[in-house]
């Protein structure tokens, strides 16, 4: 049992649900097998394997990592339909702890041209499918689709009927990335206050979040939501997902893990892995990492300019918030360029084995500097081939 004071978050992942419906990102069944084994041995508390109405290979995955998991919960996703619910059942029966997650839309943009349904059919579907799914397993997550755009009043009779109905988790998504952190924080506070006080089991129901990254805000919004009352946030490797993306899993786990003094929070993920399981999901879907991506993008641990390179080599918490090794990475790079300066050439030099007089050594960070204004970045080969230059001529 934790003796932190902290508030436990749990963390679901949709990787491989909302990850790869992100067009062009979709994963064999061994690849999906593969990042499931790594996000349970992570510590990630919810898997959300797949959408087992949606194809027979979605299913048969679910149902795999239903019976390979050790730890984690599995989700299956289902629209607000019995045929889809039936088949989230039977995909995750095999879990250790299996939940359905069955969602409907609920707000007017949605209702009146996508479902084309009255508010009231909408309350009648919530009851009708939140009680079949609590008839196929315990633990049953209702979503209100397009939540932020839903007025707040209807949002919480919707969220009132779902609980009586058994979903003992509810997520209030930001489906098409509209909302602000101070929006999407009081949309949490309100529901709650409007529905905790009218239901037999407050202390039982997790809410949860789900934010798209449309406006750049998923992270953010997130947290906001935790503020908020949230416990359970939903987000994916890379910030995979439809559009511009879900909130990043790794962002989100070391902002908790680095703001404690702010965010007074703990996740169960072993962070050591994060570099790792984030590599897997770029390979297993082709999708690039950005280069500046936080915590997991190649140069979030690199340092290229003269100032940052010498505070690095002096006290690396100068320009840096987080160790390199906390996310599985081996350690800081310094990189060689036209921004490096003399303290983290002559570190490159030692590093290299070179001892070099003062004279030689200052020949030597001219011709750097040189080679540094015509290449990008410049390789451990180039400094030794010109510290070599250097050495014959000073032998002649
Ligand atoms: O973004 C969304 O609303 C979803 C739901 C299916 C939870 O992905
Ligand atoms: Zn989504």
Known sequence: MSTSAHD????????????????????????????????????????????????????????????????????????????????????????????????????????????????????????????????????????????????????????????????????????????TPSEYEAMFRQVRERVLDRVSNPEAIVFSTHCHNDLGLAVANSLAGVAGGARQIECTINGLGERAGNAALEEIVMAINTRRDVLPYETGIDTTMLTRASKMVSAVTSFPVQYNKAIVGRNAFAHESGIHQDGMLKNNTTYEIMTPESVGVTKTSLVMGKHSGRAAFRDKLKALGYSLGENALNDAFTRFKDLADRKKVVYDEDIEALVDHEIAVAHD
Request: with cysteine.
């Open 8 to 179: 436990r978050i749990v963390i679901f992942d949709t990787t491989l649900r909302d990850g790869e419906q992100c067009p062009g990102a979709s994963m064999t069944f061994e690849e999906k097998l593969e990042v499931a084994e790594l996000l349970d041995a992570m510590g990630v508390d919810v898997i959300e394997a797949g959408f087992p109405i949606a194809s027979v290979g979605d299913f048969e995955s679910v149902a795999e990592i239903a019976r390979r998991a050790d730890r984690s919960v599995i989700a299956g996703l289902s629209r607000a339909i019995p045929a889809d619910i039936a088949r989230a059942g039977e995909a995750v029966k095999h879990a250790r702890r299996p939940r359905i997650h069955t969602f409907v839309s609920t707000s007017p943009i949605h209702l009146e041209h996508q479902m084309r349904k009255t508010q009231d059919q909408v309350i009648d579907i919530i009851t009708a499918t939140v009680a079949q799914a609590r008839n196929l397993v315990e633990d049953v997550e209702w979503s209100a689709m397009d939540a932020t755009r839903t007025p707040i009043d209807y949002l919480a009779r919707c969220v009132e009927t779902a609980i009586k109905a058994g979903a003992t988790t509810i997520n209030l998504p930001d489906t098409v990335g509209y909302a």
